[in-house]
């Protein structure tokens, strides 16, 4: 299954084949040594479908779009802003307990990475696609992110400010992206039907409707 952002990679056309294979075996084995029980995986996949994912991040996008002190609020408080959304279950433990927020405007674009590994916002992003944690695309990020922002289809004028911010086990980074012109007649649930977990990763721009 192609993914946004996998056709910058020559990853296996059997490469989703190959990882379930793989996640069967070790769920498997972890089952036969008692580590986890049958019903585990699925309450956690569960978890990730309706607790915890970008649905929640689109959620405080547009809420922040449609008011200014939720705004403000968001970029200064990330996990104040979560609460106060009713978001808190599942954040501690779950890579979501420091999460704070680059805001894009018309001279600045934030593009999140992680130099490391793979550290990303689950509570409000989910997983974290295959491309993010590829190691080409972590070093080409940090050292040409503008170069590697036009691959991605977004060709920054040049000049918008590029600000490239690398998240950590203590810091899990992620964009508050612009409001797309031509929105300002939406509802705050039809605005976050718009917003797109590449945008809120800094590799798109929210599309106009």
Not at 55 to 77: E, I, M, R, T, Y
Not at 82 to 106: L, S
Not at 111 to 116: K, N, Q, S
Not at 117 to 138: A, I, Q
């Amino acid at each position: 299954m192609s993914m946004p952002g996998d056709e910058q990679f020559n990853y296996s056309s059997n490469r989703e084949l190959e990882s379930a294979a793989k996640v069967r075996a070790l769920e498997a084995l972890l089952i036969e040594k008692g580590i986890i029980g049958s019903e585990t995986v699925n309450k956690v996949l569960d978890y990730f479908d309706s607790k915890m994912g970008p649905f929640n991040g689109a959620k405080l996008v547009a809420k922040a779009w449609v008011d200014p002190d939720f705004k403000q609020l968001l970029v200064s408080d990330c996990n104040a802003a979560c609460e106060a959304m009713g978001m808190t279950t599942g954040m501690a433990g779950a890579e979501g307990e420091h999460m704070r927020v680059a805001e894009n405007t018309a001279s600045v674009h934030n593009l999140i990475i992680c130099t490391l590994c793979s550290c990303y916002p689950w509570p409000t992003l989910g997983l974290p696609p295959y491309w993010y944690k590829d190691p080409t695309f972590r070093a080409r990020a940090a050292r040409e992110p503008r170069k590697v922002l036009k691959e991605f289809g977004l060709d920054l004028e040049a000049s918008v400010d590029v600000r490239v911010w690398d998240s950590s086990g203590q810091i899990r980074w992620w964009v508050l992206p612009e409001k797309p012109p031509g929105a300002d007649h939406l509802s705050e649930e039809e605005l976050a039907a718009l917003v797109t977990p590449e945008a809120m990763m800094g590799v798109a721009k929210v599309s106009a409707p």
